[in-house]
T-cell receptor
Framework: KAGVTQTPRYLIKTRGQQVTLSCSPI?????VSWYQQTPGQGLQFLFE???????NKGNFPGRFSGRQFSNSRSEMNVSTLELGDSALYLC??????????????FGQGTRLTVV | EDQVTQSPEALRLQEGESSSLNCSYT??????LFWYRQDPGKGPEFLFT???AGEEKEKERLKATLTKKESFLHITAPKPEDSATYLC??????????FGTGTRLQVFP
């Protein structure tokens, strides 16, 4: 059974640019959550999508957005990149919404570096 | 506000030297406490879910326990391959997973 696939694995962008990251969940999973991981802050919740609807959102500026498609694949977009956006972005896949309390399966992440 | 604090930040053990990692939490309406293991350059790997105080779960050399205020991850006779960062997360009434910053474990032969 294939795991969670995130593309690309690595990205280098310049301040002010925008970036789109992709996540393909485990087959049959309908919930996708996104997290930002930095050395100082740890994993911080960005947003959750279930059946193409955003169910929950973390405390991040509006520059961070996402969407989910009918096949459960999800994308997140960051506009007007800042140096502080450099981080590992992780996607997690679950069968049910996060609120159901089932385990989340993570992808390997996309390492974004903003220069 | 939901909060998770893990201690120690880093732990160095000799192979075979048992120890415990701590996860203290404050959360409204705990729905679950999760332990993950993360290796460098990889995403977190699920280990355990605990749902209520008094619950315990075991897997190989790892045992997780839960009280109303904290959880412990006990590592018995660790091996070098147990070296990783161990993350604790709670799910509360806000329907978000709140993670601690992790304990970085190094086990030396």
């Amino acid at each position: 059974k294939a795991g969670v696939t995130q593309t690309p694995r690595y990205l280098i962008k310049t301040r002010g640019q925008q970036v789109t990251l992709s996540c393909s969940p485990i087959s049959g999973h309908r919930s996708v959550s996104w997290y930002q991981q930095t050395p100082g802050q740890g994993l911080q919740f960005l947003f959750e999508y279930f059946s193409e609807t955003q169910r929950n959102k973390g405390n991040f500026p509006g520059r961070f957005s996402g969407r989910q498609f009918s096949n459960s694949r999800s994308e997140m977009n960051v506009s007007t990149l800042e140096l502080g956006d450099s981080a590992l972005y992780l996607c997690a896949s679950q069968m049910a919404p996060v609120a159901a309390g089932t385990e989340a399966f993570f992808g390997q992440g996309t390492r974004l570096t903003v220069v | 506000e939901d909060q998770v604090t893990q201690s120690p930040e880093a732990l160095r053990l000799q192979e075979g030297e048992s120890s415990s990692l701590n996860c203290s939490y404050t959360v409204s309406g705990l729905r679950g406490l999760f332990w993950y293991r993360q290796d460098p350059g990889k995403g977190p790997e699920f280990l355990f879910t605990l749902y209520s105080a008094g619950e315990e779960k075991e897997k190989e050399r790892l045992k997780a326990t839960l009280t109303k205020k904290e959880s412990f991850l006990h590592i018995t006779a660790p091996k070098p391959e147990d070296s990783a960062t161990y993350l604790c997360a709670v799910l509360g009434a806000a329907d978000k997973l709140i993670f601690g910053t992790g304990t970085r474990l190094q086990v030396f032969p």
